[in-house]
Each structure stands twice: as C-alpha cells, then as structure tokens.
C-alpha cells in the first residue's frame, strides 16, 4: 500500500526557518517526482514545487512565491522527500501536502497525497 | 504562466441529479489536464487525468472531457459521497496551477 506521512509542521515565528519532512513506504520511491503542494486555510491549492527523480537529474522546480526561499530534497535510501522553509512569512501559513507524481510525469497528475501538516506562521 | 479559471465557483445539485463543473486554461494544454476532489478536512484525490482517463478505482459516473482550453467534469449521478470541492490542474507546462476550485453542494 502506498503511504506518503507528511511531519514537521508547527508554530513558527516570521522570518525562522522549518524543515517538513514526507515518509513514504509502499514503492519504489527513487522512480518518481515528489511535489509539495499547499493549501492557505479556507482557500484553494497551490503547488509549491517538486523535485524530479535522479534518473532525470534530480532537478528542482518551485513557484515564484517561494523561490530562493524554499529548497526540496530527497533521500531515496530513505524513501523521504523534504522541505526546508526559509525567512518564512505570514502568508506561507497553510496545510502543506506531499503528493506522489504519475510516473513518467513531473508537476502532475498527483496520484497519491499525503494527509497534510500545518505550518503556522505568526508572532 | 497559464492561468485556470473553473467555473461555477459553487453548484448546487440535488441527489442523483447530472452535475457538469468547467474548467478553462488561457491558453491551450493539450490534454494534459486533471480533475481532483477534495472533502473537508482531506487531502485532495486524484479523479481525472489527461482529460479524459479515469484514475483508479474511481466510479464510472465520474466522466472528464475536452482539450486544448476547455474542459469539463461530468458526474452523472450525483451521490451523498460528492458533495465536495473539485479543482482542476494543468500540468502541460510549468508552473502547474490549479484553478480556484467548484464546490458542489447539497440543493
């Protein structure tokens, strides 16, 4: 069965730093982009950025209200994608989910998704 | 950057009656587009791809059509389960936006 877990959110303060992590389990994770894709409460999704697999180059792609801000890796020894949130910001407050790409796709279809953790930035 | 615009942005539909939600890209992606549902509290599920292809285990009563800058999602026969919202995605070029989102609800 295909899981993805999504941890590392929480209260943070404007301007700090928070690395969110997705556990997966289920496939071969190293064949697949992951994406990172967030929800502002109350509001619509927004993709945030993915990572492609290392057979592609295990290149990086993000949205620009999060660019030069935000950095995706992966671990496929350890079947984990992450995501370092830098200088955050009150608007980077939402639901963050790590979603599962289609193989052979990169920024979609996104198949599996994890449950989502919350990141809540404030003072 | 593309920009996805769905349409109504709420539906309000009675039990087993047809609901058909829109969705329309400024400029074409092919047929490089899917449909997802989300319930309160929920993670989005992946309904629809390439326009048309049903994702696994999803109902027949859920029926994706168009290409190039309009497209639509039909639920034949709408069921208490389906009162949700629904977004679209393009992922034919990047960035990948989502639209705004549908909401059917109960009539």
């Known amino acids: 069965e295909v899981q993805l877990v999504e941890s590392g959110g929480g209260l943070v303060q404007p301007g700090r730093s928070l690395r969110l992590s997705c556990t997966t389990s289920?496939?071969?994770?190293?064949?697949?982009?992951m994406n990172w894709v967030r929800q502002a409460p109350g509001k619509g999704l927004e993709w945030v950025g993915f990572?492609?697999?290392?057979?592609?180059?295990?290149?990086?792609e993000y949205a620009a209200s999060v660019k030069g801000r935000f950095t995706i890796s992966r671990d496929d020894s350890k079947s984990i994608a992450y995501l370092q949130m830098n200088t955050l910001k009150t608007e980077d407050t939402a639901v963050y989910y790590c979603?599962?790409?289609?193989?052979?796709?990169?920024?979609?279809?996104?198949?599996?998704w994890g449950q989502g953790t919350l990141v809540t930035v404030s003072s | 950057e593309i920009v996805m615009t769905q349409s109504p942005a709420t539906l309000s539909v009675s039990p087993g009656e047809r609901a058909t939600l829109s969705c329309r890209a400024s400029q074409s992606v092919s047929s490089n587009l899917a449909w997802y549902q989300q319930k309160p509290g929920q993670a989005p599920r992946l309904l629809i791809y390439g326009a048309s292809s049903r994702a696994t285990g999803i109902p027949a009563r859920f029926s994706g059509g168009g290409s190039g800058t309009e497209f639509t999602l039909t639920i034949s026969s709408l069921q208490s389960e389906d009162f949700a919202i629904y977004y679209c995605?393009?992922?034919?070029?990047?960035?990948?936006?989502f639209g705004g989102g549908t909401k059917v609800e109960i009539k």
């Open positions: 289920g496939f071969l994770f190293g064949d697949f982009a």
């Open positions: 995605q393009q992922y034919n070029n990047w960035p990948p936006p």
């Open positions: 990572i492609r697999s290392k057979t592609y180059g295990g290149t990086t």
């Open positions: 979603a599962r790409a289609l193989m052979w796709f990169n920024y979609g279809p996104f198949d599996y």
